[in-house]
């Protein structure tokens, strides 16, 4: 059984940080590409970033330049560093542990619980 937990939301306000992490149990966590969701009240789900096995990234337009992503293998472990952060960043947080296929990332039934990020004054 895949268990992902999220940590580090929190509320912000516009222009400050946060630093989320997804734990990864119960597989190989090298084995899997891995992406970060957002999902606003009335929003779709969207995409963020996602990084590959052997660390290829991609992010949406939205959060380029401002959010960076990583893993580590040794520590089962993903980030999302969100600098710059906007009131129209505020969504909860999801992580995924999916596949690579062709250049995409295709996300699994694997996902977190989920951690609220408010961007707030």
């Known amino acids: 059984q895949v268990q992902l937990v999220e940590s580090g939301g929190g509320l912000v306000q516009p222009g400050g940080s946060l630093k989320l992490s997804c734990r990864v149990s119960g597989s190989i966590f090298s084995a899997h590409a891995m992406g970060w969701y957002r999902q606003a009240p009335g929003k779709q789900r969207e995409l963020v970033a996602d990084?590959?096995?052997?660390?290829?990234?991609h992010y949406a337009d939205s959060v380029k330049d401002r959010f960076t992503i990583s893993r580590d293998n040794a520590k089962n472990t993903m980030y999302l560093q969100m600098n710059s952060l906007k009131p129209e960043d505020t969504a909860v947080y999801y992580c995924?542990?999916?596949?690579?296929?062709?250049?995409?990332?295709?996300?699994?039934?694997?996902w977190g619980q989920g951690t609220q990020v408010t961007v707030s004054s």
């Open positions: 990084i590959f096995r052997r660390g290829a990234i």
């Open positions: 995924n542990a999916g596949q690579e296929v062709s250049g995409n990332f295709y996300p699994s039934n694997y």
